[in-house]
Nanobody, 129 residues
Framework: QVQLVESGGGLVQTGGSLTLSCAAA?????????MGWFRQAPGKDREFVSA????????YYSDAVKGRFTISRDNAKGTLYLQMNSLKPEDTAVYFC?????????????????????WGQGTQVTVSS
């Protein structure tokens, strides 16, 4: 099974930017899978952020981040990215990358966390006001 490791989180001021990375550490080639980013704030459910198709032809964003975040991938490097601009305090959360389960087609079901396995360990993003 592919293993995913996130990095790039940190503390940033409102309006700032961060880029998260998610590297496939071992196992099956991550490029074979659609990938996604989720986030979870304290006391809240895990929330869909964005998804990208295996060949990067399609992307999808939640309304909360559309226009501010950009998802991308470099299949040659086995790495997924999330460029986050114009950050707001409400973006504060632990951000997780995940691979879509084999056999699940591109579509609206990718907003749901059960469509994904495995998951990375998460990276903390804190936006100060």
């Amino acid at each position: 099974q592919v293993q995913l490791v996130e990095s790039g989180g940190g503390l940033v001021q409102t309006g700032g930017s961060l880029t998260l990375s998610c590297a496939a550490a071992s196992g099956r080639t991550a490029s074979a899978y659609h990938m996604g980013w989720f986030r979870q704030a304290p006391g809240k459910d895990r929330e869909f952020v964005s998804a990208i198709s295996r060949n990067a032809q399609f992307t999808y964003y939640s309304d909360a981040v559309k226009g501010r975040f950009t998802i991308s991938r470099d299949n040659a490097k086995g790495t997924l990215y999330l460029q986050m601009n114009s950050l707001k305090p409400e973006d504060t959360a632990v951000y997780f990358c995940a691979a879509v389960r084999a056999g699940i087609a591109w579509g609206t079901s990718l907003q749901l966390s059960p469509a994904y396995d495995p998951w990375g360990q998460g990276t903390q993003v804190t936006v100060s006001s």
